[in-house]
């Protein structure tokens, strides 16, 4: 099908992208995003039932994630970071956004967010919940992706529209099997949404990057504070 195989193009390092599309397939793509986060975490299922230490299985865990879809949601969390952090007037972030350049805080972030990926998936060695959680994470901004303003053409306005219901179909075994994690996840893409239309004055692809990142590392952090002895 069309549909998933430009699903797959734009959210892996697949190439599968078909040789003509339009805007109709770029919306309609947006209905088989899950299936392309399922796809990104069978490794990781896998990784699960190796005799690996959890370091190591956690490491190559991580360049798997990171690798397999080209570094593009890090890079998207990166840039929104610059924007987003610091005292600033709303024309200088925007202008930051568009800046290929690294600072400071895209530095820091990065770090923090690899280091809690890392430590994540360490903890966690449940095979579904790594198969499920990266089709969730790319579902979880669909609905603030209509809900938010965008900031302008580009790849965010190419899918918004989409049939974002039906890909809420493929993703609800997550919420229905893991509800916290779902939660938090949720929580995380919302919050990007909502500090990006705050400070720069909506969305767009490198924001959808940063909530996807971000939804990830909070599913996988809600899973051990959910399994913790504790809890």
Not at 216 to 224: C, I, P, R
């Amino acid at each position: 099908m069309k549909a998933l195989r430009l699903a797959l193009a734009l959210l892996t390092v697949l190439p599968v992208a078909p040789a003509e599309v339009g805007e109709r397939e770029f919306k309609r793509s947006v209905a088989f995003f899950p299936l392309a986060g399922y796809l990104l975490g069978l490794p990781l299922a896998l990784l699960a039932f190796s005799p690996l230490p959890p370091g190591l299985s956690a490491a190559i865990g991580v360049a798997l994630l990171l690798g397999l879809t080209g570094f593009l949601h890090l890079d998207g969390l990166l840039d929104l970071a610059d924007a987003l952090l610091g005292a600033r007037p709303k024309e200088e972030r925007l202008r930051i956004l568009k800046d290929p350049h690294l600072g400071a805080f895209a530095f820091g972030v990065g770090d923090v967010y690899l280091l809690l990926l890392f430590q994540a998936l360490a903890l966690v060695r449940d095979p579904l919940f790594l198969l499920l959680f990266p089709g969730w994470a790319r579902f979880a901004f669909l609905p603030f992706l209509h809900r938010y303003p965008l900031l302008g053409p580009g790849m965010a306005g190419l899918v918004r529209g989409g049939p974002w219901p039906f890909a809420l179909l493929l993703a609800l075994p997550f919420p229905l099997l893991y509800p916290l994690p779902a939660l938090l996840g949720l929580l995380a893409a919302w919050g990007v949404a909502r500090l990006a239309w705050a400070r720069l004055g909506g969305l767009n692809g490198d924001a959808l990057g940063a909530m996807i990142a971000l939804c990830e590392v909070a599913n996988l952090l809600g899973y051990a504070l959910w399994k913790s002895p504790s809890g």
